[in-house]
């Protein structure tokens, strides 16, 4: 179903509660303690995010003990991003139909039980079951906005859309840090023993400060046609950008996976139109705005990853090599602590800059931000003060990111599809991160081919990424314009 009301700045931040008050009248609108409420959303996001990326300094360690080549443990981080794509807008579907909090909790104990079994796993093959059914915990972050967007308004709604996104950031450079102090000092288990400590956490805190709404906000049958094929499509489209690189990118076997989910794709969409209750609801992307924030979504999702996998190689390669930092685990993860603060605080000040030049305009600042940062990397990757500052003023900026997109997403959602359009946007996202590491290894693989300085070649990394920031930057004038012409036409 379309939106009713275009997304102007107006919209969006003179009047925060705007983002939630079409249509949302099937849960209550207040919570009697909103900061609890707010606090145990975003320490279940917090929880997902630690959980996704926790795993990258141990990758190395993994593929050593449990005996596995780069690429199957490379796996154990993409079987996470495939299911969680596919997972998330599913199961905000299914928040839309059974109630958000029911759902958010049947996740998070979901998400705790992969844990443990992830932190006892004797071999690879259960590891990778585990990762699959921790991908779950994607739908955390689209259930907690639409949980915050039925039950809050005013300052307090426009607080929990910077706490909530800010968790996604902020959890990822924890992450990094956590993981890497924890495989230099104890084991790989214990960054699954500990998460899951943190994620039971979380569900108490839930159980505790999150009411029971009232009856959910639709009641319709299961879109299975639209879930089967949504499914089959990401995962083909997925698993040919996440394993073109090493599979070759003219392999008859890429081609065949990535064709294979574009049709599929393409299918969902003329089914989905004859469908009177879609998983997802491909009309509203016949609506510009839509889409621009999809591009800035993918932008938001992809630069990040970008540094998740350079900066770690960039930063532990010896110093002889002329290039390398010379760091060892610990000293790299704690060098990207900075850019995961500010990830935090880019977030939380997104409601004042909001207030200030509209969210248009506020979009436009988080990818100009990125874009600034990346450069920086890109012009001084062998200098480590200048890595620091500039991967640390790009994570400011893709706190901002993270916040200015759920807040547009949610603006455009009625209440009986907000957690399917959030779940669908974490899909955008989600597909950007993927795509991070196969591209960089490809452009640093042509680089190695090519006999280019492996400094130029990470510099190039660097400027894929700036790259993305400006089609941000693009997607968000765009919309602001956009917005404009709306508010002209409005008056």
């Known amino acids: 179903m379309p939106p009713s009301t275009p997304v102007t ?11 939630a008050s079409r249509e949302r009248q ?3 609108a207040t919570t009697a303690r909103p900061g609890l409420f707010i606090f145990a959303l975003s320490a279940v996001v917090f929880s997902f995010s630690l959980m996704q990326t ?3 300094p141990a990758l190395p360690t993994l ?3 449990l005996g596995a080549t780069g690429q199957g443990a490379g796996w154990i981080l993409t079987a996470f991003l495939l299911a969680g794509a596919v997972l998330a807008p599913v199961v905000g579907n299914l928040g839309d139909r059974l109630g958000h909090r029911r759902v958010l909790l049947a996740v998070v104990l979901v998400f705790a039980a992969a844990t443990l079994l992830a ?4 071999n690879l093959g259960l590891l990778l079951v585990a990762r699959v059914v921790q991908g779950v915990s994607t739908a955390t972050f689209p259930l907690a906005l639409a949980l915050a967007g039925g039950m809050l308004r005013g300052p307090r709604l426009a607080a929990a859309f910077g706490w909530i996104p800010g968790m996604i950031g902020l959890g990822a450079g924890v992450a990094l840090v956590v993981g890497g102090v924890v495989v230099d000092t104890l084991s790989w288990r214990w960054l699954f023993a500990l998460g899951a400590v943190l994620i039971l956490a979380s569900a108490a805190m839930v159980m505790a400060w999150v009411p029971r709404a009232g009856a959910p906000a639709v009641t319709r049958p299961t879109d299975w046609p639209g879930i089967v094929l949504l499914a089959g499509g990401l995962v083909g489209v997925l698993l040919a950008v996440s394993q073109g690189g090493t599979w070759g990118w003219g392999s008859s076997l890429t081609l065949g996976v990535g064709a294979a989910g574009v049709a599929l794709l393409a299918l969902l969409v003329l089914v989905e139109l004859r469908t009177a209750a879609p998983v997802v609801d491909v009309r509203t992307f016949r609506h510009g705005p839509l889409v621009l924030i999809s591009l800035l979504t993918v932008a938001v999702g992809f630069v990040p990853y970008v540094c998740y996998i350079a900066l770690p190689l960039l930063m532990q390669a010896p110093a002889g090599t002329g290039y390398g930092h010379g760091m060892s685990v610990t000293a790299s993860a704690l060098a990207m602590l900075p850019s995961a603060v500010l990830v935090f605080l880019g977030g939380r000040t997104t409601p004042l800059l909001v207030a200030r030049c509209g969210a248009g305009g506020a979009a436009t600042v988080a990818a100009a931000v990125m874009a600034v940062g990346a ?3 890109a012009l001084w990757p062998t200098t480590p003060w200048a890595v620091i500052v500039g991967f640390s003023i790009l994570g400011y900026g893709n706190g901002i990111g993270y916040a200015i997109c759920a807040r547009l997403v949610m603006s455009w959602s009625p209440a009986a599809e907000a957690g399917a359009a959030t779940g669908l946007n974490s899909v955008v996202r989600t597909i950007g991160s993927a795509a991070a590491a196969p591209i960089v290894t490809a452009v640093l ?5 090519a006999g280019h300085d492996v400094a130029h070649s990470y510099s190039l990394v660097f400027w894929v990424a700036a790259g993305a920031s400006l089609v941000g930057v693009a997607a968000a004038l765009a919309l602001t314009a956009r917005s404009r012409r709306d508010d002209t036409v409005a008056s």
Do not use: C, H, Q
């Open 9 to 19: 700045d107006a919209a969006v931040s003179i009047d925060p509660g705007a983002v």
């Open 26 to 28: 099937a849960e209550p």
């Open 54 to 56: 926790l795993v990258v």
């Open 63 to 65: 593929g050593r003990e």
């Open 119 to 122: 932190a006892l796993a004797p």
């Open 375 to 377: 450069a920086g990397l």
């Open 445 to 449: 693989s042509a680089g190695a081919l």
